[in-house]
Every structure is written in C-alpha cells, then in structure tokens.
C-alpha cells in the first residue's frame, strides 16, 4: 500500500503547547537522576536494524557507571502524542510519519543534554553517514570524548530479527515496530560507510566491534587491543563469521515467525517473502563457497 508521508506527516504533527509538552516530557524522561562528568563522553551505539544493539547498550553503561543519558529514537518516538494512533494504523510507516516531530525533539533535547555536560549514549542504524558526523560534531566541540560500540551481524541474522521482533511484539503485547527492508538494507550498507567517515574525519577516539553471542555481545576488537588490522576489517569478519549459524537458525525462526503473523496479521505473511529470498541466497553463496573451499583441498 502506498503512502502519502508528507501528507500524514503533517496531519499528526504537534506544534506550540503540545510540542513543548513532547520536549519536557523527553527531557524528563532520559535525564532524571543523571548527573554532569568532567570525563564527558558520547558512545555511538551503531549497527543495522535487527542486530542487536540494544544488547550492547547495557556494557556502555557499565563503562559510563550507570552515569549516562541515553537518546533512543524509538524511544522518543513513542514517547510522541500521536505514537499510538499512528502505529496502529500506519505501522509499517510510522517512523517515517513521526520523523520530523522526532527529529525536532532529539536536537532539542540533545542541546539541553550537551549544555549540562552529560555523558551519552545514542544508538542509531548509521544510514546517514553526513548526519552523524554533523551530530557528533556539536559533542566535539563541547569537548566529548566520542566512541563507537559496532555489532556486526550478518545481513540474514539481522533481517530476521526484524520480523521476529515483530512478531514477539504480539506475543507480549507490546507496540510491534515494522522495519521496511530498504531501511535494513541501506543501514548495513552504511555501518561501514560511516564508520570509515568518522576515522577518516578524526571524529572518534575508541572504536569497539561486537558480534552476539549467547548471554551478551562478544566484544572482537578494541582500538587498544588492535585485534584485527583495523574496524572495518573487524566488522566485516563478525558478518562474515556469523553466516553460517544464521542459516541453521532460520528454519525455526521463519516457521514461528510465519505462525504468529498468520493468526495476528495474516496481511503480514506476504512480507516474509523477501526474508526467505534472502536465506535462499545465502545458502546458495555458503554452497558456492563449499564447493570451491574444496576444489583448492
């Protein structure tokens, strides 16, 4: 179903008294008992949609000890007047019709933030590669310190998880999010992309990679501990090194998914083409690799 964005945008966007209430409330919610720190630091938590990195938020705090204001889209986003009549009519578009409102409020409460000198940590899928580093930016120049904390899964891992998160929303009765595949593609595609600009740029201080595991994200490298010859090549063996386990998983994983969408949103099901399509090239590329892995024995 096609939408106008622009349109609905405007239709649910608040103003005056109602966007001031939207700040405070914001404000309110990710500053309450936090205090300034003469080490101030921003953490970018980054990685595509699905990939986990809300799991990766938890070992940023314990580095920040618990002292640290966390700026999650999501969660402002739902915190907006209009989150709950918007998702439960335009799911599958909601972020992109809170966008602006969202928007506004992150850089007004991130300038309330920096001002009190608060350490942060802000997690996001890394598309915009020009927008981080002007967001990143305004911290440096505040004097932060800036680091990275990167998951780097594989594409079928992380596609799934879109949907199984989905579904497990239904499950637990909890506002489901719907990730269009354009953005999961374009945010894998730019989590090297923007890292590669912050290093280039001189943006960042310490850069963390991580892929997942079993109880909690296993930390690969460390700007530090130099275990592979650089991030990116860092990044690039977590996707790499997690393929094969995401094509075992996925049978399960599809089944349960495709049985909890048919009873709560059978018009849902269709969606899930595009994840088996995936899995289906993957294993042909494992195959392929198979085959020639063994020519060279």
Request: hydrophobic share 35%.
């Amino acid at each position: 179903m096609s939408y106008n964005i622009e349109e609905l945008s405007k239709i649910y966007s608040v103003s005056g008294q109602r966007f001031e209430d939207y700040k405070k409330e914001a404000l309110l919610t990710i500053t309450s008992g936090k205090k300034p720190d003469k080490e101030k630091t921003l953490i970018i938590v980054g990685g595509q949609s699905g990939s986990g990195k809300s799991r990766v938020i938890p070992l940023a705090k314990e580095e920040l000890h618990n002292n640290v204001v966390i700026v999650d889209f999501d969660e402002l986003r739902a915190l907006h007047p209009n989150y709950e009549d918007v998702n439960n009519n335009y799911s599958e578009v909601a972020h992109r019709i809170l966008h602006p409102d969202t928007e506004r409020v992150k850089n007004e409460v991130l300038k309330e933030v920096i001002r009190q000198g608060l350490n942060v940590i802000y997690e996001g899928a890394l598309r915009n590669t020009q927008g981080f580093l002007d967001f990143a930016k305004d911290f440096r120049e505040a004097g932060y310190k800036i680091k990275m904390y990167i998951m780097a899964v594989p594409k079928l891992e992380s596609y799934g998880s879109t949907f199984t998160r989905y579904a497990l929303a239904h499950i637990n009765n909890t506002q489901p999010r719907w990730v269009e595949k354009s953005a999961h593609d374009g945010s894998y595609e730019g989590v090297p992309k923007t890292v590669k600009a912050f290093i280039e740029a001189g943006m960042v201080d310490d850069i963390h990679v991580f892929v997942r595991d079993k109880e909690r994200p296993r930390r690969i490298y460390t700007t530090e501990g130099k275990q592979f010859e650089d991030p990116l090549t860092a990044i690039e063996y977590g996707r790499v090194s997690g393929r094969r386990q995401a094509i075992i998983d996925f049978g399960m994983k599809y089944q349960t998914t495709r049985h909890i969408l048919s009873e709560k949103e059978p018009d849902k099901v269709d969606k899930l083409e595009d994840w088996l399509l995936l899995y289906e090239q993957e294993l042909r590329d494992l195959q392929k690799l198979n085959f020639q892995g063994n020519e060279k024995e």
